[in-house]
């Protein structure tokens, strides 16, 4: 073997760790295996209290034998959650269906309710609530992050219903959509008007 021969060993082993390199960041960054991996959740609507076994009334008999008959105080009902606004997600850079709601808590807080959410897993998911406007198509795939927006935090699941917890201070005027937010490559995967 001639002088261009081993030259060319160390070439190759070069090239083939670098080449292997480059895969391995590409498979970090792309994460392709997340396009046939779905994660459900199934959260229940906060801020309502569960059912709970109330002590049995008292018998005629024991009414009777007990205190004079006086008339119970009626316990106060709960506040009901209230939804403030709701939309229905469209798709944009993946298929997205689903319906989303903003809703006041008997707390006062607020929380985005994501219903029958189905959507493509990715990398770095997020659900936003922004002040840009819901655009069809492509045109609609990069405005959310031109604007105003608070990052409600990871998207829990690609399928089902989730509760993200709006941060208490946050002024909602002009907060009129919410969007599913891949912030790796700053795209929208689906988004709704909240009207």
């Given at each position: 073997m001639?002088?261009?021969?081993?030259r060319?060993?160390?070439?190759?082993?070069?090239?083939?760790?670098?080449?292997?390199?480059?895969a391995?960041?590409?498979?970090?960054?792309f994460?392709p295996?997340k396009?046939w991996q779905?994660?459900?959740?199934?959260?229940?609507l906060?801020?309502?209290a569960?059912?709970?076994?109330?002590?049995?009334?008292?018998?005629?008999?024991?009414?009777?034998e007990s205190?004079?008959?006086?008339?119970?105080?009626?316990?106060p009902?709960?506040?009901?959650p209230?939804?403030?606004?709701?939309?229905t997600l469209?798709?944009?850079?993946?298929?997205t269906?689903?319906?989303?709601q903003?809703?006041?808590?008997?707390?006062?807080?607020?929380t985005?309710?994501?219903e029958?959410?189905?959507?493509?897993n990715?990398?770095?998911l997020?659900?936003?609530l922004?002040?840009a406007?819901?655009?069809e198509?492509?045109?609609?795939w990069h405005?959310?992050?031109d604007?105003?927006?608070?990052s409600l935090?990871k998207?829990?699941?690609?399928?089902?219903?989730?509760?993200?917890?709006?941060p208490?201070?946050t002024?909602?005027?002009?907060?009129?959509?919410?969007?599913?937010w891949?912030d790796r490559f700053?795209v929208s995967?689906?988004?709704?008007?909240?009207?």
């Amino acid at each position: 073997m001639g002088r261009g021969g081993r030259r060319r060993g160390p070439l190759v082993a070069g090239i083939l760790v670098v080449a292997v390199a480059l895969a391995g960041v590409g498979l970090y960054w792309f994460q392709p295996w997340k396009l046939w991996q779905d994660e459900t959740v199934q959260e229940a609507l906060p801020g309502l209290a569960a059912p709970t076994s109330a002590a049995p009334e008292p018998t005629v008999s024991e009414a009777a034998e007990s205190a004079p008959a006086a008339k119970p105080t009626p316990k106060p009902t709960p506040e009901a959650p209230r939804t403030l606004s709701r939309g229905t997600l469209i798709s944009h850079e993946h298929t997205t269906t689903g319906t989303v709601q903003l809703i006041r808590l008997p707390d006062g807080s607020h929380t985005v309710r994501l219903e029958n959410l189905d959507t493509s897993n990715g990398p770095d998911l997020r659900v936003w609530l922004t002040d840009a406007p819901v655009k069809e198509g492509k045109a609609g795939w990069h405005v959310f992050d031109d604007g105003q927006y608070v990052s409600l935090g990871k998207l829990k699941g690609n399928k089902g219903d989730q509760n993200y917890t709006v941060p208490a201070g946050t002024d909602l005027t002009g907060l009129t959509s919410v969007a599913i937010w891949c912030d790796r490559f700053d795209v929208s995967f689906g988004a709704a008007a909240l009207a």
